[in-house]
C-alpha cells in the first residue's frame, strides 16, 4: 500500500424529515432515491491530503425530495508514504480511499435512519468507484 489514513471524521452531517407526511411516506419511497458521491481532495503539505467525500440521498432521474433530506460529509487525511504517479494518485483519491470509507458513511446514514424510526431502510447496491473512476476519465 502506498498510503495510510492518519485520521477520518465526520466533517458535515445534514438529515431532514420536514413533516409527519414526509415521515410516512419516505420508507416506501426510499427505492426513489439513489446515492450520489463527491469526492474532492486538496493538498496538505508535501505527501499528505485531505480527501472530503460526500454521499447523499438524491431522488432518481424525475423524482423530487418531498421534503426529505439526507447528507453526509466525510474527510480523511492520507500520509502518501513514497513519491508515486499522477495516476496513481488519482485511483488512491477516487478509487482506495472512497471504497475504504464507504462503509462508515453508510453506517452514519443507517444509524440515522434507525434513529428516526426506520428499522427495514435497504439502499440497494453499492456505488463502483472503480467505475465511477472509469467513466470520469473517458469523459475527459
Known sequence: M????LTKYIKDVSFEISDPKTYFLLEKN???YRFVCDIK???IKEKIIQI???LRLAPKQGGTSSGFHCSVEHSSIIQLEKDIKKEDLEKIVLIKVPEEIYPDITDIIVFLFNKSGYNKINFGEKINFVKLYETKKLQK
Open 30 to 32: 426510499i427505492k426513489n
Open 2 to 5: 502506498s498510503y495510510k489514513i
Open 52 to 54: 472530503d467525500m460526500s
Open 41 to 43: 481532495s486538496k493538498s
